[in-house]
């Protein structure tokens, strides 16, 4: 049984992602959250003064949030009609990334899967704040649906590394079911330093070939260029359905998360992308 946190703020984009886990989980037994936080700008202020005077608007908020949440339910039991899957609703009156972060931990969540960016997201930004936060936050992966993805079976995954990591079954283990779901090949690609492998990174490179032996795969080794452009490249020789990354201090995704507004600096990531914490 799947456990999947589905953060909503009731925007296309997030109805999108939300329509991917139905999609990409569509065989499997699943447990579905629609969850949606509220926060009055009144009560930021009120609660920090200790004086939360007025009460009765984070009643109006809750109960919109709630309502909503009970719509959205119908619609995707509707839409869906799925015997294997459950759809709860959870509503709180938080920030979105305390919350995800609780829930994950609560409900023994699998994974997180939600938009790459909310309602107001700049065309321009790779990433909205609220998914960054969310992927530096969750401790399982979180895999973010472009806005304008139409659900592809995720036949092929991209998976970049630098072998700076000492890969275990269970950190890789939603990475591999959902390979072994959609029999999925994975493409691991690791770009070279110009340097040969340390004995660390040839380690954790037949820890993953362990690992992964008994999913289909290939391993490429890239010539020397900066990561980017080696995802990008290799994107347009091959189709790829999805990006998978390890989040390690050595990726360049750290550098992406440093800056909460990231400009799409040639990274073009038109497929759903999974961090894997």
């Known amino acids: 049984m799947k456990k999947v946190i589905l953060p909503t703020d009731f925007s296309y984009n997030a109805y999108n992602a939300i329509s991917y886990a139905m999609n990409l989980l569509k065989d499997e037994e699943a447990t579905f959250y629609l969850m949606n936080t509220y926060t009055p700008a009144i009560y930021q202020t009120e609660y920090l003064l200790h004086s939360p005077g ?5 009643d109006i908020y809750q109960s919109e949030s709630i309502n909503k949440l009970e719509e959205l339910q119908k619609q995707l039991q509707k839409e869906f009609k799925n015997p294997k899957h459950t759809i709860m609703t959870h509503s709180a009156f938080n920030i979105l990334v305390d919350e995800v972060a609780s829930m994950v931990v609560n409900e023994e969540a699998d994974m997180v899967i939600m938009g790459t960016q909310g309602a107001t997201g700049a065309k321009e930004i790779f990433l909205g704040t609220h ?5 530096k936050k969750a401790v399982c992966p979180v ?11 995720p036949k092929e995954i991209l998976f970049p590394t630098d072998y700076e990591v000492e890969y275990s079954e269970e950190q890789l283990r939603v990475l591999l079911d959902l390979a072994e779901i959609h029999k999925s090949r994975i493409q691991v690609i690791h770009i070279s330093s110009g340097y040969d492998l340390t004995e660390f990174q040839e380690q954790n490179k037949a820890k993953l070939e362990k690992l992964i032996e008994n999913t289909p795969h290939f391993f490429h080794d890239l010539p020397s260029q900066e ?3 080696g995802i990008n490249n290799f994107q347009l020789k091959n189709k790829m359905n999805m990006l998978a990354m390890i989040q390690n201090k050595h990726t360049f995704l750290e550098s992406l998360f440093i800056e909460p507004v990231i400009k799409k600096i040639g990274f073009h990531v038109s497929i759903p992308f999974m961090v894997i914490p």
Do not use: K, R, S
């Open 143 to 153: 895999i973010a649906i472009p806005a304008d993805f139409d659900y592809e079976t």
């Open 131 to 135: 998914t960054v936060h969310v992927i």
């Open 227 to 229: 990561i980017i452009t």
């Open 54 to 58: 007025q009460i009765g608007l984070g």
